[in-house]
């Protein structure tokens, strides 16, 4: 079965959830650029606070989709160095992949924040979205810089995702959630009808629209298309 785009994709990982809603400990974090949407979705359904986690793949030249590391604010980098040295990748190579989205991610800070702070987890339950798992990369770096700001419990959830970085993922956070884990994986894309990129403007659109002092909803809504 496939999604038909990341909206639904979020509305049927929320159903996987339900345990989180109506809870004032648990924010959501989206990854942007389409984890967001996902997260939204997800956020809406518990009743929570939404906001984003900004991360950047450092993809291999020549192969971007493939992630040899990720990058998140803090400083924060996490690098799969048997796949770079496998692949041969240099150093030099290494340091300027990262600079360059390092720049990208500082960029997407101010579009989508707007030098707004981010929402507080010190002390919450977060829930960490993506639109899929594939390497498991950039949600290693996701981790790793969130777990700076002290949150108590870190759950990783997404739509659909490898078996095995679900499973390994699972020895790093308090829990996983990956709702379809289909054999052979192929790659996130391909479990989605549509899969177009999201753009600025729509996680901007998203992030202003969710309150991040909102309450918790009254009635959580559901869907497990």
């Given at each position: 079965m496939l999604f038909r785009d990341r909206s639904d994709a979020g509305r049927a990982l929320a159903a996987h959830l339900k345990e989180y809603a109506r809870r004032p400990d648990v924010v959501v974090l989206g990854l942007p650029r389409g984890g967001v949407v996902v997260?939204?979705?997800?956020?809406?359904?518990?009743?929570?606070p939404l906001d984003a986690l900004i991360v950047r793949k450092l993809g291999v030249p020549g192969h971007a989709e493939l992630a040899m590391g990720a990058i998140a604010g803090g400083g924060v980098r996490f690098l799969d160095r048997e796949l770079i040295r496998r692949l041969g990748i240099t150093d030099e190579v290494v340091e300027a992949t990262t600079a360059l989205e390092t720049r990208e991610l500082e960029r997407r800070e101010e579009a989508y924040?707007?030098?707004?702070p981010p929402l507080e987890v010190r002390g919450r339950t977060v829930l960490l979205v993506d639109d899929g798992l594939a390497t498991g990369a950039t949600m290693r770096a996701a981790v790793a810089s969130l777990r700076e700001r002290g949150p108590a419990r870190i759950v990783v959830a997404v739509p659909v995702g490898s078996s095995s970085t679900c499973a390994e993922l699972g020895a790093e956070?308090?829990?996983?959630?990956?709702?379809?884990t289909p054999e052979p994986f192929l790659g996130v894309g391909a479990w989605y009808e549509s899969f177009l990129p999201t753009s600025d403007e729509e996680v901007r659109s998203l992030l202003e629209r969710a309150s991040p002092d909102q309450g918790p909803a009254?009635?959580?809504r559901y869907s497990a298309s």
């Open positions: 997260a939204s979705e997800v956020a809406q359904a518990l009743g929570a924040r707007h030098a707004k956070v308090d829990a996983v959630v990956c709702a379809r009254s009635e959580p």
